[in-house]
């Protein structure tokens, strides 16, 4: 057992509700990520994982509970400028601009901060991208469609990155490629708050795990210990 303290959080969720209408959704969220860290959020499909990083983008508005991030008070920060207070969500779908070029998807999002990589660095991450880089959104696979996703956060100069299941539906080989490129993000210093499935993937770059039961936080425990909970783990989310 270490009894290191936690190092101070970059983004700090308390007791965080959120509503679709009157469906209550979360039930009161607490996780901290550490700058640097990656988390990975687990649990069963619907117990609000994709809530939890739609509410703390504000693209929930009914919400309550604390959202800080880099000191800034995120409850009071409307959608429009999450992205200016340097978080990047990556949604499940992607959302890639079917009849625009990568180059153009690319370059789409606006630069928030100082400190994003540049186009050619970001095609030295992702060579698949480079050599696609005049196809359009439609004609991509789903690999390449996120690794666009991932890849277009890039330059923008945000510090969290906010993925949601991004090896979903992915072949193997493919989600073995995001697994470096996470890894190789966080050797550079980006914090991640990353929803998945896959723990074997996860554990490759998680450095703490959260499980979601019916809109809350049940368990947390650092990647130290999830070999030992693998069984456990299994019995609650069920893949
Ligand atoms: N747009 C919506 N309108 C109403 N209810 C919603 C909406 N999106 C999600 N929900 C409900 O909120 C709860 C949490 O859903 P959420 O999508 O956050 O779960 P999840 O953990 O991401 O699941 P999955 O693993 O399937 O992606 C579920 O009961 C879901 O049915
Ligand atoms: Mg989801």
Do not use: C
Request: hydrophobic share 45%; net charge neutral; glycine share 10%.
């Amino acid at each position: 057992m270490t009894t290191e303290r936690a190092p101070t959080p970059f983004l700090s969720v308390r007791d965080l509700h959120a509503w679709y209408g009157e469906s209550h959704a979360l039930h009161g969220v607490s996780l901290d990520v550490a700058q640097g860290q990656t988390v990975t959020l687990l649990g069963r499909n619907g117990v609000g994982k994709t809530t939890t990083l739609r509410a703390i983008m504000g693209i929930i508005r009914k919400r309550k509970g604390f959202i800080e991030f880099d000191g800034r008070d995120l409850m009071q920060t409307p959608l429009h400028r999450t992205a200016h207070a340097g978080i990047g969500f990556v949604p499940e779908e992607r959302g890639i601009f079917a009849t625009l070029t990568v180059d153009e998807n690319l370059i789409l999002p606006p630069v928030v901060a100082p400190g994003g990589m540049s186009v050619a660095e970001i095609f030295e991450l992702f060579p698949n991208l480079k050599e696609r880089r005049n196809s359009s959104g439609t004609k991509l696979s789903g690999g390449e469609q996120q690794m666009l996703a991932i890849a277009r956060m890039l330059r923008t100069g945000v510090k969290l990155l906010l993925l949601d299941e991004p090896t979903e539906g992915l072949a193997p080989v493919i989600v073995e490629r995001i697994g470096e490129v996470l890894a190789t993000l966080k050797a550079r210093g980006m914090t991640i708050l990353l929803v998945e499935q896959n723990f074997r993937f996860a554990s490759r770059i998680a450095d703490r795990f959260y499980l979601m039961e019916h809109g809350r936080i049940t368990v947390d425990f650092p990647a130290a210990e999830l070999e030992d909970r693998m069984a456990a783990l299994h019995d609650v989310i069920g893949v």
